[in-house]
């Protein structure tokens, strides 16, 4: 069969190209915007790519078209589509016709942390001889990409929560019918297409409907929102888990880099690792309980997750040029920001933390967040702010606003020059977008490595 998916370098739509390519199909696609790392991807994989939506390229006949949430009425190749009479679905749909069914499904949901978390779990089941299929948002630095198919009934899936198609306003994890659930958090997000908080609970009440009462939902503790999720109705068994006392799973940061779980029974589980920050060890808890569901003990957790490497751009280190660190990290909320920054900040010691934040998302350039935003900047010691196209309120009263020195620029140059100029050994610089952001942590480290080879 041969498949064409529009908006194919999404990093969802990119793991639906990378699943369907594995299961035998002919593959081929469009999108607007091809960047790393899903680029890369898709051209391992020998996937033809079709810059733009012009109608043109439906000339090639496919059998099916897998329409991505990114597209709309008005573009050319959905007109035609739309004219021409060929199949279509979205990818959601496809995915849970044509991989998830008859599969023990993973799901991983929340505002926060589903891809580390996701990327967790299936490295868990993995080190447990699992075979494990997944289809994660980022590409896992143990796996090298987003989505494979596995041998096992095991799948793990990022469950998003943003809609699924313009032809299909529910949720992308409404497909998905996990039989092992993951609530991370809720807080508000996705402003363009949800009017408020309520909207986004009474989905998660829907993905809640999905799941079998044999199955297991795991979710934290001390977040009232999934509490309201939960009390709208669960026909599941719930393990709960937190940071805090009183939890059935408690979650406490130790000495050094490393986090402790508390069992039920009070015995201690100890967990040493390279990631930071109390939130990367509420994921890795949160993936452990998930894993355990599925019947691997916490004692092979424990051995995966100390051999965890991370995920791509989730607090990448992407280089070190005399003695300053560029990290990439996929930053589209103020909590993430808050929590990222503090775990870095917990880690550094007598440096400098620079946090260069683009605030793309559409959220953001609408300005929900801009009451927040300073505030989760509190961490850094200095914050660059650059100005993206289409932002709808004024940046620069952040910017007065902020306990944090913050900068605001209009032009990129500018932002890496006034970098440039201001570094000093032992500084960490976080480079914090949902896009490529220029390609700004490639071109810092080259423009700091030709100064240190002049010096």
């Not at 529009?6 to 960047?35: E, P, Q, W």
């Not at 916490?298 to 560029?326: I, Y």
Request: net charge negative; proline share 5%.
């Amino acid at each position: 069969m041969h498949i064409h998916i529009l908006g194919i370098c999404g990093t969802f739509m990119g793991g639906v190209a990378a699943l369907a390519k594995a299961a035998g199909h002919r593959v081929t696609g469009a999108d607007s915007n091809v960047y790393p790392p899903m680029s890369v991807q898709l051209e391992e994989l020998g996937i033809e790519v079709t810059q733009g939506f012009e109608a043109a390229q439906l000339d090639l006949k496919p059998d099916c078209v897998v329409v991505g949430n990114v597209m709309r009425r008005g573009l050319p190749v959905v007109e035609a589509l739309l004219d021409s009479g060929l199949p279509y679905t979205s990818g959601p749909e496809w995915l849970a016709t044509h991989v998830l069914a008859d599969r023990w499904v993973l799901a991983v949901a929340g505002t926060h942390g589903k891809t580390s978390t996701s990327s967790m779990l299936a490295w868990i089941l993995e080190h447990a001889g699992l075979d494990p299929g997944f289809l994660i948002g980022g590409v896992p630095v143990g796996f090298g990409r987003s989505a494979r198919l596995g041998s096992s009934p095991f799948f793990v899936v990022e469950a998003d929560e943003y809609d699924t198609a313009f032809f299909d306003k529910r949720s992308k994890f409404v497909h998905y019918h996990p039989r092992t659930l993951v609530l991370n958090n809720l807080e508000f997000d996705h402003a363009d297409i949800f009017p408020d908080l309520d909207a986004i609970k009474r989905q998660f009440h829907h993905l809640l409907r999905t799941v079998p009462g044999s199955g297991c939902v795991v979710s934290k503790m001390d977040d009232d929102n999934l509490e309201a999720v939960l009390e709208m109705g669960c026909w599941t068994p719930v393990e709960r888990f937190s940071s805090h006392d009183g939890a059935p799973w408690r979650c406490r940061l130790a000495p050094g880099l490393g986090f402790d779980l508390v069992h039920p029974d009070e015995r201690v589980t100890q967990v040493k690792w390279s990631l930071t920050g109390q939130h990367n060890a509420e994921n890795g808890v949160a993936a452990m309980l998930a894993a355990r569901h599925a019947g691997v003990p916490l004692d092979s957790a424990v051995e995966a997750l100390e051999a965890f490497e991370g995920v791509r751009r989730r607090m990448e280190l992407r280089g070190e040029v005399s003695g300053v660190r560029v990290y990439d990290d996929f930053a589209h909320h103020p909590t993430a920001i808050r929590v990222t920054l503090e775990g870095l900040r917990r880690e550094v010691v007598g440096g400098r933390i620079i946090a260069v934040l683009e605030p793309r998302s559409n959220t953001m350039r609408m300005g929900i967040h801009r009451d927040t935003l300073g505030p989760a900047l509190a961490a850094a010691d200095e914050a660059l702010l650059l100005r993206p196209p289409g932002l709808e309120w004024e940046m620069d009263k952040l910017a007065d606003q902020s306990v944090t020195p913050t900068r605001v620029f209009g032009d990129l140059d500018q932002l890496q020059d006034r970098l440039v100029s201001d570094l000093r050994s032992g500084d960490h610089v976080v480079i914090m977008s949902n896009g490529a952001f220029g390609g700004l942590h490639a071109s810092l480290l080259a423009a700091l490595a030709a100064i240190g080879s002049q010096s």
